[in-house]
């Protein structure tokens, strides 16, 4: 890894103490990976297969390979951190990049709830369960589809001059979305192997079948083109 990597990554990428867990270890995993000729891009995609791998292994139902999947959704979730932190080290951000990111988000948890459903529904023999994973990753795609449009919003916005200076939720509603999307989002890996060691990780199905469509709802509610949710 070049000297310049290695202080641009430093000084950019040294987690704050508020924030998550994933970025103090994924900013110990980027200089090993800065060592490697992969590009910030390539590192998504290898972050999705993961994912999506993990989807498989909840998908068997058993708590052994829920295990393992637990295991490789960690690996997911800190590849999906370093590879911004290479692309900003590499000077390979891009729109692309951003969108390409956004995308494997997408897929990753929507898999990760239609596995783990089809996983418990097996195990259980109960139908529901894997509707509720299909409730959930449906939650997922509506709440993705949601956000490229709010992205389009605002570069529109952007391009006519009107700056996003509004970095913080103004209203009640827009600090529900807020606080709901920080605890679900950057540490969920911590809470699927939590759950997953103490075999409760099937009570992620009916929160993401109500939560994930309670997040949008809310979203449309507090609709704000000069806040980004």
Not at 18 to 30: G, Q
Not at 31 to 38: A, I, S, Y
Not at 185 to 211: E, K, N, S, Y
Not at 213 to 218: A, D, G, I, M, P
């Amino acid at each position: 890894m070049q000297r310049t990597e290695q202080s641009k990554l430093s000084l950019e990428s040294r987690p704050k103490p508020l924030f998550p867990l994933i970025r103090h270890i994924s900013v110990r995993a980027t200089p090993m990976l800065l060592k490697t000729p992969l590009t910030a891009n390539q590192v998504t995609l290898v972050s999705m297969l993961l994912g999506l791998v993990a989807a498989g292994l909840f998908a068997q139902g058993d708590v052994k390979t829920q295990f393992a999947g637990s295991l490789v959704f960690f690996v997911c979730y800190l590849l999906d951190n370093c590879d911004g932190e290479i692309a900003r080290a590499k000077k390979q951000n891009s729109k692309t990049g951003r969108m390409f990111d956004t995308f494997v988000d997408w897929v990753v948890h929507a898999a990760f709830f239609v596995g783990l459903g089809w996983g418990v529904a097996g195990s259980t023999g109960q139908e529901f369960w894997f509707w509720f994973g299909v409730s959930g990753g449906a939650g997922a795609s509506i709440n993705y589809f949601l956000g490229l449009y709010a992205d389009m919003q605002h570069s529109d916005a952007t391009e006519d001059g009107d700056p996003d200076n509004n970095d913080l939720p103004d209203s009640w509603k827009q600090a529900l979305i807020f606080a709901f999307r920080e605890l679900a989002r950057a540490d969920f890996w911590l809470l699927v192997i939590i759950l997953t060691v103490f075999d409760f990780l099937w009570i992620l199905l009916p929160a993401a079948a109500i939560g994930a469509h309670v997040y949008w709802v809310l979203y449309l509610f507090a609709w704000n083109k000069n806040y980004r949710v």
